[in-house]
């Protein structure tokens, strides 16, 4: 079994910041592409921000010079710095991870995993 669980929403104002984190856990053999994914209320879920294994990010516009996306691949966590936050912002986060796990003792499978969401609301 494999679990994704993000922590550090909360309410904050506008301009502030806050820092998400998301660490998986169980039977991880590696872990490919990571990423952030928000869903505000009566909208549909959009990326945010992605990190590749080695690194390489992408940012959704909206949140570019904003937000950093990191990770510390020997902790399996990944984190979501957000700067300068604004009210269009406020949303359910949630972590998303592309995840080798061993499917048998030979055999690798990738599989996509979810967290449960942290809510993220700013104050104008």
């Known amino acids: 079994q494999v679990q994704l669980v993000e922590s550090g929403g909360g309410l904050v104002q506008a301009g502030g910041s806050l820092r998400l984190s998301c660490a998986a856990s169980g039977k991880i053999f590696s872990i490919n592409a990571m990423g952030w994914h928000r869903q505000a209320p009566g909208k549909q879920r959009e990326l945010v921000a992605a990190?590749?294994?080695?690194?390489?990010?992408n940012y959704a516009d909206s949140v570019k010079g904003r937000f950093t996306i990191s990770r510390d691949n020997a902790k399996n966590t990944m984190y979501l710095q957000m700067n300068s936050l604004k009210s269009e912002d406020t949303a359910v986060y949630y972590c998303?991870?592309?995840?080798?796990?061993?499917?048998?003792?030979?055999?690798?499978?990738?599989?996509?995993?979810w967290g449960q969401g942290t809510q993220v609301t700013v104050s104008s």
């Open positions: 990190i590749t294994s080695g690194g390489r990010t």
């Open positions: 998303n991870a592309a995840i080798f796990v061993h499917s048998s003792e030979v055999t690798l499978t990738l599989n996509d995993y």
